[in-house]
């Protein structure tokens, strides 16, 4: 490997190992309201597509770091979609 | 251009794409507290990284896409710091 190819190794690292710290934080704080669900959707969308990319010019560190970042982001829908229910019902109950 | 391509092309879009949507709640909301500091800046060092990628490989789609998904989570980090820290005065204002 020569220099680019560690320059793109590592930006893949950084950009695919940036959701850890998110759903970490997401998890322990069980709080996602400032999320935005379209972001969410968007990047697993994106995100499978490289996916695709990836299987079709069988690239190995495109597909493994988007499998990756595919469960990372689809964990985060769900727990936003899960959070966000349980602070809307404890919204209802305060206001009753 | 053939079919991987454009498979690529719009992989691209949508992951450079997905950042306006948390930009535009996080500027909507004047609310950032769930966004992971730790994300934000992992997500900027590794687009640098890319977009020096892309400067090396003279790759334009990539260097433009880079460009302004680090506008994006400049954008992100600059309303989180101002956010959070407005958020902590107002408490520390309320437990007077």
């Known amino acids: 490997m020569n220099l680019v190819h560690y320059i793109g190794f590592f ?51 495109l597909i493994a770091a988007n499998i990756f970042s595919i469960c990372c982001y689809a964990a985060l829908i769900a727990m936003k979609l899960r959070f966000d229910r349980k602070d809307a019902a404890a919204c209802a109950q305060a206001m009753e």
């Open 11 to 61: 930006a893949g690292l950084l950009t695919s190992g940036a959701a850890v710290p998110q759903v970490m934080q997401t998890w322990r704080t069980k709080h996602a309201r400032d999320l935005s669900m379209s972001q969410l959707v968007l990047l697993c969308l994106g995100m499978l597509l490289w996916l695709i990319y990836g299987l079709f010019l069988n690239d190995l560190p």
